[in-house]
Structures are given as structure tokens and as C-alpha cells.
């Protein structure tokens, strides 16, 4: 069980143009998606939370203009990087976490294969 | 935000050996967990230690915490070819009730050689 999906797994495309990145948990309902990003030989840095029905909360010097998040669903979450430039070229990691509803979850996330980006 | 450490960064050992890795945090935490790697893929979770835990095991591996100093080591025993990847300990700063994404550190380079 506990497995998150991500689509598409790689996408090459133009600068300027924009690219839309799906996150589902296929076998659980995540209340919470997060997105991280990881440029090469580098560790995951966290860009932004993602909570169901709400806005998402972003880490300090992520624009939430150029990285937009929705969670439409206790199973999607979707990240639009707008109008790319090759600067944006990275991998994109999304995780969800198990909604426990009255249980402690200790916060173990659960990782979806990534996203490659290119922007040529 | 807190950043965790590894070291080595990268580690080169033969097949059959053991092979440690060590994480360092600055802040307090509620947990740490280890992930692997492989070379252009997403993460695999590993092993998660709870702040009022010490050590714990999962097959081949053993991961202890000392909160006193701030650190975690991630042991591999009979280490495989297989094992090669890059290993990330990632620390969480509440249990689960706040909307907290994990802090990863750096990550070790794992390389066994046949």
C-alpha cells in the first residue's frame, strides 16, 4: 500500500511555456502533499505544502506566482510551473502523507517516482 | 530552517563490508528518518527513529539517534552491489499534526564495489 504516483515522469518543453506536474496517492487519502525539488547531486529542498481545500504554504524564496499548487482532492495534487525557464530545470518530488484521522502519524511521507523537467 | 549533514559525502567500500553513514540536525525534532536513492529515481523510505528512541533495526539495517548530540548513523551490515545509491536522512520537526515537511540533509554517496 502507500503508493504515490507522479505524471508525467519526464517533459522536455520550451521556455516560456508552462508545464503542469500530477501528484496521486493511489491508495490512501493524503490531507497533505508536499513538493520538493532536487537539482543534480543535491539533496531534496521542500518548496511548498500542499493541504486539500486550502491554499498551499510555500518555503521561503519559492514564488507562489511562478509555482502554482492545487489539491483539488484528497488524492491529487497538481504543481504548474508557469512560464519556464531553464533555470527551472530540476526534479520535481512530490510525497504524500497517510491522513490518520485521530491517530499519530509521525509524519512518514510517502514518495512519488519524481518528475524530470527541462526547459530547453 | 534546521539542515541536516551527512558524512561522508560519498563512500566507496567493497562488497561484504559494513558501511556507516552519519547525520547531523540543529534543532529539536520528533523524528529522523533514512531514505535511499538510485541514480535519477524518486526516494525509497528506509527506516524512521522516533526522538524517544535510540535504535532500531530493519534487516541489514541499523539506525541509532542521539538526540543529546544531534545525530543519526545509518549502518548497512553485508553490504550488496545492489546497495549502491545515495542515502538521505531526513528529519521531521513535529509528529504529524502540523503541516510539516521533511528537511533533508545532503545525502551520502553510497558506492560498493563487487
Known amino acids: 500500500g502507500a503508493v504515490v504516483s507522479q505524471h508525467p515522469s519526464r517533459v522536455i518543453c520550451k521556455s516560456g511555456t508552462s508545464v503542469k506536474i500530477e501528484c496521486r496517492s493511489l491508495d490512501f487519502q493524503a490531507t497533505t502533499m508536499f513538493w520538493y525539488r532536487q537539482f543534480p547531486k543535491k539533496s531534496l529542498m521542500l518548496m511548498a505544502t500542499?493541504?486539500?481545500?486550502?491554499?498551499?504554504?510555500?518555503e521561503q524564496g519559492v514564488e507562489k506566482d511562478k509555482f502554482l499548487i492545487n489539491h483539488a482532492s484528497l488524492t491529487l495534487s497538481t504543481l504548474t510551473v508557469t512560464s519556464a525557464h531553464p533555470e527551472d530545470s530540476s526534479f520535481y518530488i512530490c510525497?504524500?502523507?497517510?491522513?490518520?484521522?485521530?491517530?499519530?502519524?509521525?509524519?512518514?511521507?510517502?514518495f512519488g517516482p519524481g518528475t524530470r523537467l527541462t526547459v530547453l | 530552517s534546521q539542515q541536516g549533514e551527512e558524512d561522508p559525502q560519498a563512500l566507496s567500500i567493497q562488497e561484504g563490508e559494513n558501511a556507516t553513514m552519519n547525520c547531523s540536525y540543529k534543532t529539536s525534532i520528533n523524528n529522523l528518518q533514512w531514505y535511499r536513492q538510485n541514480s535519477g529515481r524518486g526516494l525509497v523510505h528506509l527506516i524512521l527513529i522516533r526522538s524517544n528512541e535510540r535504535e532500531k533495526h530493519s534487516g541489514r539495517l541499523r539506525v541509532t539517534l542521539d538526540t543529546s548530540k544531534k545525530s543519526s548513523s545509518l549502518l548497512i551490515t553485508a553490504s550488496r552491489a545492489a546497495d549502491t545509491a545515495s542515502y538521505f536522512c531526513?528529519?521531521?520537526?513535529?509528529?504529524?499534526?502540523?503541516?510539516?515537511?521533511?528537511?533533508f540533509g545532503k545525502g551520502t554517496h553510497l558506492i560498493i564495489q563487487p
Open positions: 531526513a528529519t521531521a520537526l513535529y509528529s504529524g499534526g502540523g503541516a510539516d515537511g521533511l528537511t
Open positions: 500542499s493541504n486539500e481545500g486550502s491554499k498551499a504554504t510555500y
Open positions: 510525497s504524500a502523507r497517510v491522513s490518520l484521522r485521530g491517530r499519530r502519524s509521525y509524519n512518514e511521507q510517502f
